[in-house]
C-alpha cells in the first residue's frame, strides 16, 4: 500500500497500558481495513512489554519514544507519520465496535466539507452513551469543578450543565450535531486540517490539547460535530477530578488556553445564538 492509497490513520498513543493498548488492538484487528488504512501505535516510554505485544501484530506500525512526552506531543509525532488523507485519535482504553471506519470517515467528511473536527459517538462499558461532547467552559469551571462545594452553588451547576451539554438530547438530535469540542478520546479530521494547524499544541502535556484543537478549527471558520455513525467502548477511569501533579498540568494547560487565545467561551455556539 502506497502512501497515497491510505485512507484513514488511526493514531493510538499509550504509556505502561499494555492490558488496554492490547484489547483495543485486537478490537480494531476485524473492524479496519488495512489494504486501505492503518494503525499507528506512539509509545510514551512503556516499560511493561507494550512493544513485544504489539511486535506480534505485524499490521500495526509502532514508534515508541525514548520518554513520556505527554498526550499532545505524542499524537503530533503520530500525525507526523500518519499516511492517510484523514487522522483520527483514539484513546487506548476503547474498544473499537463498528467495521470500516475509513469508509464511514470517508462518506462523512464528503457530505460534510465544512467539518474541522468530528468526534464519533463513545459508549460506556454497559453500552450507555458517554458525555463525549462539551461547549467550551467559562474561565472558573475547572477548577469549580474539581471543589465539591463550589458545585452546589447555582451559577457553578448551571455552568457544569451547560459545559456537559447536559440540556441536550442526543438520541433525538440531528446526526451529525455540531457541538463546540469532542474530547480526544476519539477526534477525526483530515490531514489537510491537522498540518494547517501544525497539529495540536505541544506545550500542552496533558489536557485540555483535545479543546485547544477544536478552538482553532472553529477560528478557521470550520465546524466541529458529533456523529452516531461510529460506536466506540470507551473504559474510561477519570485522572483528574482529584488534585494531583497530573490535575496541576491539567489545570494549567487550561489557564495556558485561555491566555493564548483571550478565552475559549467567546467562540462557543451558545454565544453566537
Same mark, same amino acid.
Given at each position: /500500500? $502506497?502512501?497515497?492509497? &491510505? ?15 492490547? *484489547?483495543? +488492538?485486537?478490537? !480494531? ?13 506512539? #509509545?510514551?516510554?512503556?516499560? #511493561? ?27 503530533? *509525532? ?18 473499537? !465496535?463498528?467495521? #470500516?471506519?475509513?469508509?464511514?470517515? #470517508? ?27 462539551? *461547549? ?21 451547576? %448551571?455552568? !457544569? ?53 477544536? &478552538?482553532?478549527? *472553529?477560528?478557521?471558520?470550520? =465546524?466541529?460535530?458529533?456523529? %452516531?455513525?461510529? $460506536? ?18 491539567? +489545570?494549567?494547560?487550561?489557564?495556558? /488556553? +485561555?491566555?493564548?487565545?483571550?478565552? &475559549? ?6 454565544? =453566537? =445564538?
Amino acid at each position: /500500500m $502506497s502512501a497515497d492509497d &491510505v485512507r484513514l490513520s488511526i493514531i493510538i498513543i499509550t504509556w505502561n497500558e499494555r492490558e488496554n493498548l492490547e *484489547r483495543c +488492538l485486537l478490537s !480494531l484487528m476485524d473492524k479496519v481495513d488495512f489494504a486501505r488504512d492503518e494503525v499507528i501505535v506512539v #509509545d510514551n516510554g512503556s516499560r #511493561d512489554g507494550s512493544a513485544e505485544f504489539v511486535a506480534t501484530l505485524p499490521q500495526i506500525r509502532y514508534f515508541p519514544l525514548e520518554r513520556n512526552f505527554g498526550v499532545g506531543p505524542a499524537r503530533n *509525532r503520530g500525525l507526523f507519520l500518519a499516511r492517510g488523507k484523514y487522522c483520527m485519535t483514539l484513546d487506548n482504553d476503547t474498544i473499537f !465496535l463498528t467495521e #470500516d471506519p475509513g469508509a464511514i470517515v #470517508d462518506s462523512f467528511f464528503q457530505a460534510h466539507p465544512d467539518a474541522g473536527v468530528v468526534g464519533f459517538q463513545l459508549l460506556n462499558v454497559d453500552r450507555t452513551r458517554q458525555d463525549s461532547t462539551r *461547549r467550551f467552559p467559562r474561565f472558573y469551571q475547572p477548577i469549580a469543578a474539581r471543589i465539591p462545594i463550589t458545585r452546589q452553588l447555582g451559577f457553578v451547576k %448551571r455552568e !457544569l450543565e451547560r459545559h456537559l451539554m447536559l440540556d441536550t438530547r442526543f438520541d433525538d438530535s440531528n446526526d451529525p450535531l455540531e457541538v463546540d469540542y469532542v474530547l480526544g478520546a476519539n477526534q477525526t479530521f483530515t490531514k489537510d486540517v491537522a498540518a494547517l494547524l501544525m497539529g495540536y499544541d505541544d506545550r500542552i502535556f496533558f489536557g485540555p490539547e483535545d479543546a485547544e484543537f477544536c &478552538v482553532r478549527t *472553529r477560528k478557521m471558520g470550520l =465546524r466541529n460535530y458529533y456523529s %452516531r455513525k461510529i $460506536s466506540i467502548v470507551h473504559d474510561y477511569k477519570r485522572r483528574t477530578r482529584k488534585f494531583s501533579k497530573l490535575t496541576i498540568k491539567h +489545570l494549567a494547560g487550561f489557564a495556558y /488556553m +485561555l491566555r493564548k487565545h483571550g478565552g &475559549v467561551y467567546r467562540y462557543s455556539l451558545s454565544e =453566537r =445564538r
